[in-house]
């Protein structure tokens, strides 16, 4: 069975970091095209960051340029999102999803499958 799991999220103050995993059962992330979104309250949901099969990576957000950073370890069969500097903005429930095609997409419907995410509070 196919699956992704996010964790890592959390409470953090502004300034602070955190590093989300995304975690697949039932197939490897090696060469996959994996992305990092995020939906805020009562918002739409935004790509972050995605990792395409060839390493690749590529920024949809434009406020978090400079601040997170997507990477892959093929030996835990994860991709992270590490996250610095946060702000109160960066609040967000944070999922990933992986794409059949080996290029990245700024769109959730062109993901084949999605985790259920991870909430990410930052707030003093």
């Known amino acids: 069975q196919l699956q992704l799991v996010e964790s890592g999220g959390g409470l953090v103050h502004p300034g602070g970091s955190l590093r989300l995993s995304c975690v697949a059962s039932?197939?490897?992330?090696?060469?996959?095209?994996i992305a990092w979104f995020r939906q805020a309250p009562g918002k739409g949901r935004e790509g972050v960051l995605c990792?395409?099969?060839?390493?690749?990576?590529?920024n949809y957000a434009d406020s978090v340029k400079g601040r997170f950073t997507i990477y892959r370890l093929n030996t835990a069969n994860a991709v992270y999102l590490q996250m610095s500097n946060l702000r109160p903005e960066d609040t967000a429930v944070y999922s990933c999803?992986?794409?059949?095609?080996?290029?990245?997409?700024?769109?959730?419907?062109?993901?084949?499958?999605w985790g259920q995410g991870t909430q990410v509070t930052v707030s003093s």
């Open positions: 999803a992986v794409r059949h095609n080996v290029e990245c997409h700024p769109s959730w419907d062109e993901y084949n499958y």
């Open positions: 039932g197939f490897t992330m090696a060469y996959r095209t």
């Open positions: 990792i395409d099969g060839s390493g690749g990576t590529a």
